[in-house]
């Protein structure tokens, strides 16, 4: 067997493994980062893939690298904090490209701020482009599953800051500990109905906003983290596809921390 034949070959053991070929699936923020990395595994479990994302530009370069792969691939510049955006572009996705099977919401970030000086544009914000638009993406997806009569599985992105403080960003973790919540609600809400909805929570992960710096600095930095590095994108986009597959068809409304153990550490730092 040649190493062409042994590549497509592996190919199909991964898919059969997965069982996630020609299912539909968005990718909320899959122009960059963990939201591309996620895209460019499902594109290689099979998936065709709906790319939502604010940056037009960078949705399509996505879109033309999937396209180049043979797999489907629809692009759609959203918005997602605007929720008549949000709601008539998964209305399009469904008309154009087809009844969605699943999705993976990426997008977040936080406003740094310590409380005291906090405004409530600061908080309403964070809550907004953290948890708001995945109540109303995933509320849009499960009436279209629930009408179909289809089962479906959906992942949100969370972080460890939702899962232990986060100083100097609290809004952001409250907005991320808010998504571990709604998870477990929609989780035992769809369950019965054939719908599983999961949480990853990423630990620091390197990524074009915030990439590898000084190796010194580095270590001093992630000497918290007992696997002593920063994870990778990939890294976080194998466990989105886990919670996606047939592999985890029995585990709903749970969170998966992939932050080299950074939740489970000891809690005065380096390990005695």
Partial sequence: MNRSMEATAAQEQLQSLFAMAGKRILV???????????????????????????????????????????ISAFPAAVDVTDESQLVAAMAQIAE?????????????A????????MSAEVWDHDQSRNLRYFF??????????????????MVAITSVDGIRSAPGHAAYGAAKAG??????????????QGIRVNCVAPGPIVTERVPLGDPQAER????PIPMRRR??????????AFFLSDL??????QTLAVDGGYTGAWGFGAKP
């Fill in 248 to 253: 985890s068809t029995y585990v709903t409304g």
């Fill in 179 to 192: 998504l571990i919540h709604l998870v477990k609600s929609m989780a035992s809400e769809w369950s019965d």
């Fill in 110 to 117: 936080a406003g740094w701020s310590p409380i005291i000086e």
């Fill in 231 to 240: 994870g990778t994108a990939d890294e976080v986009a194998r466990a989105v």
């Fill in 28 to 70: 909320i923020g899959g122009a960059q980062g963990i939201g591309e990395a996620t895209a460019n595994l499902l594109a290689r479990l099979g998936c065709d893939l709906a790319i939502m994302d604010v940056q037009e530009e960078r949705i399509v370069k996505v879109c033309e690298n999937l396209w180049a792969l043979g």
């Fill in 220 to 223: 001093v930095g992630m000497a």
């Fill in 136 to 153: 109303i993406a995933a509320r849009e997806l499960a009436r279209s599953l629930l009408e179909r009569g289809e089962p479906g599985a």
């Fill in 96 to 108: 154009a490209f087809g009844p969605l099977d699943g999705m993976a919401a990426v997008v977040g």
